[in-house]
């Protein structure tokens, strides 16, 4: 058994441990709490749910790792995120977990739409583009002006109606270019142009 001074007597599990193992308390006379911090937190989880409220369960992981209660996985800190203010210096959530919230929160705020509705968009679609039909849907096309949700398309699609500020006549402009019915002059004689009609 330890000395006296480098030990102490919880008074719940009635075991002696070292100081190290109790919390602070500037209230006690001698500045710990009366139960070790097992103890403590037991009793704490204990009241908790007497009081009906949610309480997460402790899940052991070993050093070096970190358990996210969004997948349930435990992952090694280099999958997490730096958050300088939580007591670890982790993110709350996995890398992963973290991305996902985020793409759903981005169609939630942008366009209005769940992932589920996304989903059901890009099925009516056959999983292709709109506007090619050959590429994976997979960027969500919205008017600009009015902010209505038009479909799910590709990348290159998607910008291309981008670079043409969704102007249908400059697109049927760019499509008639396309099928070589530009409008450039036809060199008829020297000095006459001829422009197609």
Not at 137 to 148: F, L, S
Not at 164 to 179: L, M
Request: with cysteine; net charge positive.
């Amino acid at each position: 058994m330890e000395s006296e001074e480098s030990a102490k007597r919880c008074s719940r599990c009635k075991q002696h441990k070292p100081r190290a193992a109790f919390a602070q308390n500037k209230a006690m006379r001698d500045g710990l709490l009366a139960y070790c911090r097992e103890c403590a937190a037991a009793y704490h989880q204990q009241r908790q749910l007497a009081r009906g409220r949610n309480v997460r369960p402790r899940v052991a992981v070993p050093a070096g790792h970190k358990y996210c209660r969004t997948c349930g996985e435990i992952k090694p800190h280099s999958d997490w995120t730096r958050n300088r203010s939580a007591s670890d210096g982790l993110a709350t959530l996995c890398e992963a977990c973290k991305a996902a919230k985020g793409r759903a929160q981005h169609l939630q705020r942008n366009y209005g739409l769940t992932e589920a509705e996304r989903d059901a968009m890009v099925a009516t679609q056959r999983g292709l583009c709109a506007i090619c039909l050959d590429a994976p849907a997979m960027h969500v096309d919205h008017c600009h002006e009015t902010g209505r949700v038009r479909g799910v398309l590709c990348f290159s699609c998607n910008a291309a109606l981008g670079q043409f500020k969704d102007q249908p006549e400059a697109i049927r402009r760019a499509a008639a270019y396309v099928e070589g019915n530009a409008w450039k002059p036809t060199l008829v004689a020297p000095g006459v142009c001829q422009l197609p009609s």
